[in-house]
C-alpha cells in the first residue's frame, strides 16, 4: 500500500515532459526488502550511502534516523557486519534519539521482521520503545493540530473567556 510521502507511482508519471521520465523503481519492496536485496551485492555492502547528515565528516553517520533504520534492516537481512560503510557498533537506544510519527512506517516493518526472525530479542525491545514513542509523538501532534483548530474557529471566545476569568481573580 502507497503511503503519503510526498512522492506516489501513479501522480509521478504527470510530472513527465518530453524530456524528462519521473519512474518508480522499487517501490513495491520495504526497506527489510531492499536491504535483503542489497545483501547480495559485495559492492554495494561497500558502497551504500544513506546519510544526509555527515556528522564529522563521515560517510554513514550511524546515529541518524536514516542511518539507525538503515543498519537496523540490515541487521534483519544479517549483512550488518558485511557493510563496511556504517560504523560497527549500533546502539539500539539510538533508535529512539531521533524517533517521529513518520517513522512508524520503518519502525513497523523492522519490528515486524525482527520479531518474524526471532533473533536479537534486545534490539526489538528497543525497536518497540522506538514505536511506542513514534506513536506518542504522533498523538501529541495531532491533539496539538486540533487544538490549533478549535482555537481558530473559537478563538476570540475562549480569550474573552480566559480574559474575563483572569479579571474576576
Same mark, same amino acid.
Given at each position: 500500500?502507497?503511503?503519503?510521502?510526498?512522492?506516489?507511482?501513479?501522480?509521478?508519471?504527470?510530472?513527465?515532459?518530453?524530456?524528462?521520465?519521473?519512474?518508480?523503481?522499487?517501490?513495491?519492496?520495504?526497506?527489510?526488502?531492499? !536491504?535483503? /536485496?542489497?545483501?547480495?551485492?559485495? +559492492?554495494?555492502?561497500?558502497? *551504500?550511502?544513506?546519510?544526509?547528515? =555527515?556528522?564529522?565528516? @563521515?560517510?554513514?553517520?550511524?546515529?541518524?534516523?536514516?542511518?539507525?533504520?538503515?543498519?537496523?534492516?540490515?541487521?534483519?537481512?544479517?549483512?550488518?557486519?558485511?557493510?563496511?560503510?556504517?560504523?560497527?557498533?549500533? !546502539?539500539? /537506544?539510538?533508535?529512539?534519539?531521533? +524517533?517521529?510519527?513518520?517513522? *512508524?512506517?520503518?519502525?513497523?516493518? =523492522?519490528?515486524?521482521? @525482527?520479531?518474524?526472525?526471532?533473533?536479537?530479542?534486545?534490539?526489538?525491545?528497543?525497536?518497540?520503545?522506538?514505536?511506542?514513542?513514534?506513536?506518542?509523538?504522533?498523538?501529541?501532534?495531532?491533539?496539538?493540530?486540533?487544538?490549533?483548530?478549535?482555537?481558530?474557529?473559537?478563538?476570540?471566545?475562549?480569550?474573552?473567556?480566559?480574559?474575563?476569568?483572569?479579571?474576576?481573580?
Amino acid at each position: 500500500t502507497a503511503v503519503p510521502w510526498g512522492s506516489h507511482p501513479l501522480l509521478d508519471p504527470l510530472w513527465s515532459t518530453s524530456s524528462l521520465a519521473f519512474i518508480h523503481d522499487g517501490c513495491e519492496v520495504g526497506r527489510v526488502g531492499k !536491504a535483503h /536485496r542489497i545483501a547480495t551485492s559485495e +559492492v554495494a555492502l561497500q558502497h *551504500l550511502r544513506v546519510c544526509y547528515e =555527515n556528522r564529522g565528516g @563521515l560517510y554513514n553517520c550511524g546515529v541518524c534516523r536514516k542511518c539507525t533504520h538503515t543498519m537496523v534492516s540490515l541487521v534483519i537481512a544479517d549483512c550488518r557486519s558485511r557493510c563496511g560503510t556504517f560504523p560497527q557498533h549500533l !546502539a539500539p /537506544r539510538t533508535l529512539r534519539q531521533h +524517533v517521529y510519527g513518520s517513522d *512508524l512506517i520503518f519502525l513497523t516493518d =523492522n519490528m515486524q521482521a @525482527l520479531a518474524a526472525q526471532g533473533r536479537h530479542p534486545e534490539l526489538l525491545y528497543e525497536l518497540r520503545r522506538a514505536h511506542a514513542l513514534a506513536q506518542l509523538r504522533l498523538a501529541i501532534r495531532n491533539f496539538r493540530l486540533a487544538l490549533r483548530t478549535v482555537w481558530r474557529e473559537t478563538g476570540e471566545t475562549l480569550q474573552a473567556w480566559y480574559r474575563k476569568g483572569r479579571t474576576a481573580r
